[in-house]
RNA sequence: GCGGCCGUGGUCCAGCCUGGUAAGACCCGAGCUUCCCAAGCUCGUGACGCGGGUCCGAAUCCCGCCGGCCGCACCA
C-alpha cells in the first residue's frame, strides 16, 4: 500500500461512512471515532466473527457488566494506584517526563512505587533539571489514565469509567463459578467499551481514549494448566518475537509449534499457547495475512501491575508499522486474591476430584476490536489497475449483496426492488442501487466490498432469471430468481465455487 | 504538554503573501441517454473550525480557543 493509497482509503472511509470524527460539528475531539453505517456494520460483523470463536466454538461465558466502576472496585484491583504515571513537568520549558524514568537515567536509583514525596525528595535533593532546557521541575504528580467521576447526585461517591472489562468478570467470579457447575477450565467473555485519558492521542484509530474490547479470561487450576483442546492448535505455527531478542535490538522473529513453544518453556503453558493459537486464527480468519502477525513477548518493564507474562499479537500495518491488536496476560491469582481481600469473600473454587480449595489462575487475552477494525481495512483495500476494490472476507462486508435493474426503465426497476425485498426478507443485507449505469454501481459495490451483485435484465422478465457477479473476478452467473437467496447464502459460507452457482455468462 | 505545519461544499483541494463575499476535480441528486463494469449531455444541492479585534469591507491581517498532521514526550 502506497501513500496515495493509504490517503484514499481514509478517504474512503470517510465518505462512505465507515468512520467519522466524532463530534464533529462542534469541532471534533482527539481520541474518538464515530462508526458510520458501514463501519457499524462491519464492526458488529467482526464481533460477530470473535463471538463465534470464544462464545460458541470454546462455549464460553458471557456477560455483560457496567462500564461505570466504583471506586472501591478499581482500588482493589490496582487501577487507582497504579494505573497512573508519576509525572513531572518542566516549570520552564512544560516538557513532561515519567518521574522513574528521569530518576533512573539520571541517578540509577530505583524509586518505582516509593511514592511521590519520595521521588520530589530525590529530585531535590539530586538537583535534576530538565533534559531538554535544564529548567526547573514542578511537584511531582500522579497522572491516573481513568476517567474520574462521581455517582449519584451531590455525592462523594467516586467512580470510574472501567480502564477494562476484565473487573466486571472477577467480581461475578462466584455467579459465574457456580454457573458452571463448578467446572475448570472455566472462560468468561465480556464485549464493551473501555476508557483511558491518553495524554495525547494520535494516530487516528490506534490511540483511543473510549474503545471497543473483547474480553476473555480463562479461569484454571494453577497445577494443571492443561488444555483440553491443546491438539487441535498443537502444530500451528506461531511467530513470536522473544523478549531478549527485542532487548537485543533484534527484529529476528521466531518460528514454532505451539507444542515445542510449551515443551520448551518460551511459552508458559499449554493454556496461553492455546489462545495464542486462537488469536492467530482470530486473525486470519478476518483477513490478516500470515506474514503480517507476530506475537511479541513483554519485557518484566512492560508488562501491567498484574501480569507474569504477556504476549502482545501485532499486526504489521503500512501506515503505522506493527499495531498491539490483543495482549494475553498471565494474571495468576491477582485479581481474585485482591478482590477477595478487599471485600472479604471468599473466591477460591472448590476442585472436586482433589477435594480442596484453590485460588484459580487466570490467563487473559483480550482484544482491541477498533485496532483490528483499522488493520482490516488496510489490508482489504487494493487498487487494481483503475479498480478500487475492498477485499474483505465475505462475512466481514456491510453489504453481502447490490440489487441492480440493469436500466431504468421498462419495468426493471419494480423487479430489481422485488428482488431486493425478497433478500431482506432472507436476512441478507442487500441494497439497491439504480443511479447511474449499471457500472458505476458495480465499481461502488467494489468500494465497499461488497461480495455479490445481483442485476436485473429484460430476460429476468421472461424466464425469471438474474445474473450474480462476484466481487474480485467480476464474472457472472445467471440463477433463477427463486434461488436466488439459498445460492448467495451458499456462496457467502464457500460452500460453492462461484462457477458452479449458476450458468456461467 | 512543547515545537513546526495546517483547518475552505460529501471528498481532495485553489484562493490567503498583495483584504473587495469563493474556483476546480471527484462524489452526490434530478433528468436525457444507456441491454453489464466509474462513458456522455443538461440541470442542481452544497463550504471559508469557533470567538474576538482591525477595517467602509476579512477565507485573506492580528489575538485567543478548539481540532488535525509530523517530531519530542507519554502509551500501565
Not at 458501514?38 to 461465558?61: H, P, Q, T
Not at 518453556?265 to 495464542?276: D, F, G, P, S, V
Not at 506493527?322 to 481474585?336: I, M, N, P
Not at 477460591?348 to 487466570?362: D, G, Q, R
Request: proline share 5%; glycine share 8%; net charge neutral.
Amino acid at each position: 500500500m502506497t501513500k496515495t493509497q493509504e490517503t484514499e482509503l481514509m478517504e474512503m472511509a470517510k465518505r462512505r461512512g465507515f468512520i467519522w470524527p466524532s463530534f464533529e460539528i462542534y469541532g471534533g475531539a482527539a481520541g474518538f471515532y464515530d462508526f458510520g453505517p458501514l463501519g457499524s456494520a462491519m464492526k458488529n460483523n467482526i464481533i460477530k466473527k470473535w463471538r463465534d470463536i470464544y462464545v460458541c466454538g470454546e462455549g464460553f461465558l458471557e456477560i455483560d457488566s457496567p462500564t461505570l466502576t466504583p471506586h472501591e472496585v478499581l482500588k482493589a484491583s490496582g487501577h487507582v494506584d497504579h494505573f497512573t504515571d508519576a509525572m513531572v513537568e518542566c516549570k520552564k520549558c512544560g516538557s513532561a517526563f515519567k518521574a522513574t524514568d528521569l530518576i533512573k537515567d539520571k541517578t540509577g536509583q530505583d524509586v518505582e512505587g516509593l511514592g511521590k514525596e519520595k521521588m520530589q525528595e530525590v529530585i531535590k535533593q539530586d538537583g535534576i533539571r530538565c533534559p531538554d532546557c535544564a529548567g526547573e521541575f514542578g511537584e511531582v504528580f500522579d497522572f491516573n489514565a481513568m476517567f474520574k467521576t462521581a455517582i449519584g447526585p451531590g455525592s462523594k461517591r467516586v467512580g470510574y469509567l472501567r480502564p477494562e472489562t476484565a473487573q466486571g468478570i472477577f467480581i461475578d467470579f462466584k455467579r459465574l463459578f457456580r454457573h458452571a457447575r463448578g467446572k475448570l477450565p472455566m472462560g468468561v467473555v465480556q464485549i464493551g467499551k473501555g476508557y483511558r485519558n491518553e495524554i495525547s492521542p494520535r494516530q487516528g484509530m490506534i490511540r483511543l481514549r473510549e474503545f471497543t474490547m473483547a474480553e476473555a479470561e480463562v479461569f484454571f487450576d494453577p497445577e494443571d494448566p492443561k488444555h483440553p483442546k491443546f491438539s487441535d492448535v498443537a502444530h500451528d505455527h506461531l511467530n513470536l518475537w522473544l523478549s531478549k531478542d527485542q532487548i537485543a535490538g533484534n527484529e529476528k522473529l521466531t518460528e514454532v509449534v505451539a507444542e515445542t513453544a510449551v515443551d520448551k518453556k518460551t511459552i508458559c503453558n499449554e493454556i496461553m499457547a492455546y489462545y495464542l493459537a486462537l488469536t492467530q486464527r482470530f486473525l486470519l480468519g478476518i483477513g490478516i495475512p500470515p506474514a503480517a502477525i507476530r506475537f511479541r513477548e513483554q519485557n518484566p518493564r512492560q508488562r501491567a501491575h498484574y501480569s507474569s507474562e504477556t504476549w502482545d499479537a501485532e499486526i504489521l500495518t503500512e501506515r503505522f508499522g506493527w499495531v498491539e491488536v490483543t495482549g494475553l496476560a498471565y494474571r495468576s491469582d491477582y485479581d481474585l486474591v485482591s478482590h477477595a481481600k478487599a471485600s472479604g469473600e471468599d473466591l477460591s473454587a472448590f476442585i472436586e476430584e482433589k477435594k480442596k480449595k484453590v485460588v484459580c489462575h487466570v490467563i487473559e487475552p483480550s482484544y482491541g476490536i477498533d485496532r483490528p477494525f483499522y488493520c482490516v481495512l488496510e489490508h482489504s483495500y487494493t487498487t487494481d489497475g483503475k479498480r478500487k476494490i475492498l477485499k474483505l472476507k465475505k462475512d466481514l462486508a456491510p453489504v453481502k449483496v447490490g440489487v441492480f435493474p440493469l436500466l431504468n426503465k421498462d419495468g426493471l426497476p419494480e423487479k430489481a426492488i422485488e428482488v431486493e425485498k425478497a433478500l431482506k426478507a432472507d436476512c441478507l443485507a442487500a441494497e439497491y442501487d439504480a443511479s447511474g449505469t449499471v457500472g458505476r454501481r458495480y465499481s461502488r459495490a467494489d468500494e465497499i466490498g461488497t461480495p455479490y451483485c445481483v442485476t436485473v435484465d429484460h430476460q429476468t422478465l421472461q424466464d425469471l432469471t438474474v445474473t450474480i457477479r462476484d466481487r474480485d473476478s467480476t464474472k457472472q452467473v445467471r440463477v433463477e430468481v427463486h434461488e436466488l437467496p439459498c445460492i448467495l447464502k451458499s456462496l457467502l459460507r464457500d460452500e460453492i465455487p462461484f462457477e458452479k452457482a449458476g450458468k456461467p455468462i
